[in-house]
């Protein structure tokens, strides 16, 4: 029986990608694409481990590039690219009345800050943020860290994910899990494993 849903939240709840700013900034600043994304998705990576600050990122994006730091508009950026996705939201509300629903994010500290703010208004599920727990979906140890803190075994849970890596690796632990491709696509899944949606 199912107790537990698991929902990412940027691709899901929030519609955002990464490479959305990098496309933003690179075309500001007439950037090529890949070269911006290839310089700064390894630091991105660092960043939601909690490695690295916001601050280290700028100074070596601004360098490389010559950008100043405020040119590379992390947060406004974000708060212009990000949109809520009000089917998801209400989806995650009515499901968090009859059932334990937490969020689950690969997130850097300055994104999870706008994310939490934009979430509060919507959602009072509990969120667990890769870079304060110092590890990264896919990894195994993640999740088993939500479902010992949940007080859920894995075949009680079921996580909701845009990317597929994500879901392989909620999978390997021995939860059901969902690649996300629409609210309503997710909600005819869930009911297929007994969640009323």
């Known amino acids: 029986m199912i107790k537990l849903l698991i929902f990412d939240i940027g691709g899901v709840l929030i519609k955002f990608k990464e490479i959305d700013y990098v496309r933003y900034i690179a075309k500001k600043h007439h950037l090529r694409v890949y070269e911006f994304a290839r310089t700064l998705f390894p630091m991105i990576d660092k960043m939601e481990l909690g490695e690295l600050k916001l601050r280290q990122v700028e100074d070596r994006m601004s360098s490389m590039f010559d950008i100043n730091n405020s040119g590379l508009e992390w947060d406004s950026a974000y708060e212009k690219l990000a949109k809520v996705d009000k089917r998801s939201i209400e989806l995650v509300k009515r499901l968090s009345k009859r059932y334990k629903v937490v969020l689950l994010s690969n997130v850097s500290a300055t994104r999870y800050d706008v994310m939490r703010e934009v979430l509060i208004k919507h959602l009072k599920a509990r969120a667990f943020a890769s870079c304060y727990l110092h590890m990264r979906k896919p990894e195994p140890r993640i999740y088993r860290y939500v479902l010992s803190k949940m007080g859920a075994k894995p075949q009680e ?41």
């Open 157 to 197: 849970a079921v996580f909701i994910d845009d990317f597929m890596e994500n879901v392989v690796g909620a999978r390997k632990v021995g939860i059901h899990a969902l690649q996300f491709k629409s609210q309503g696509q997710v909600s005819r899944e869930l009911r297929k494993l007994g969640v009323k949606v």
